[in-house]
């Protein structure tokens, strides 16, 4: 893990100019729109779930509720998937798996995202259903059938499994292994 981390770490600081590069060669504007970004990762032919999954994820870096992610989200996005500390990552998770908003996390909202990360994987090792029961028997301990997120956090943070299995469900280095080959075809080019 360390030397992989470490290589798009060293990607990420050394070849900024190559990231600012490939972002403007994607988008001349300076502006990434989510239909952009589905074409730059090819995301083409998505189950509706895996859509709305990468729809999500876009809308939680588009800090400013634009529409649009500039580049200091795009950066701000790809350092938090790089270098991000737990709870930053938690909190982003969070966020993500909040699809309505209201500050909670319900168990079909989990599900729906975990579906979604599975079509996009095509990981389909543990069913979505198991995850989130396992989640919800460990960490909803009022028995409320919805987390707040420092109940998310804390229970993550108190149970190495669940962290595990989130930790390998969010990993988006596909996504960012996707964009630095892209750049290296653009600087071959």
Request: aromatic letters at 10%; hydrophobic letters at 40%; a negative charge.
């Amino acid at each position: 893990m360390g030397s992989y981390s470490s290589n798009l770490d060293d990607i990420l600081e050394e070849d900024m100019h190559h990231w600012y590069t490939k972002f403007m060669k994607e988008s001349p504007s300076g502006l990434i729109t989510l239909f952009e970004l589905k074409t730059m990762l090819d995301m083409n032919g998505m189950t509706e779930e895996a859509n709305s999954y990468v729809d999500q994820v876009f809308y939680t870096f588009d800090m400013d509720g634009d529409g649009y992610l500039d580049f200091v989200e795009y950066i701000a996005a790809i350092s938090l998937l790089l270098k991000g500390e737990i709870n930053q990552k938690l909190k982003w998770y969070f966020k993500l798996f909040d699809q309505d908003g209201n500050g909670k996390i319900d168990k079909d909202e989990l599900e729906t995202i975990f579906k979604a990360i599975q079509d996009i994987t095509r990981s389909y090792e543990i069913p979505p259903e198991t995850i989130v029961t396992l989640i919800y028997e460990k960490i909803d301990v009022k028995g409320e059938g919805e987390l707040t997120l420092e109940e998310f956090i804390s229970g993550a943070r108190e149970h190495p499994d669940i962290m595990d299995m989130l930790t390998k469900m969010m990993d988006l280095t596909h996504v960012l292994e996707i964009i630095v080959k892209g750049q290296r075809r653009d600087a071959v080019n």
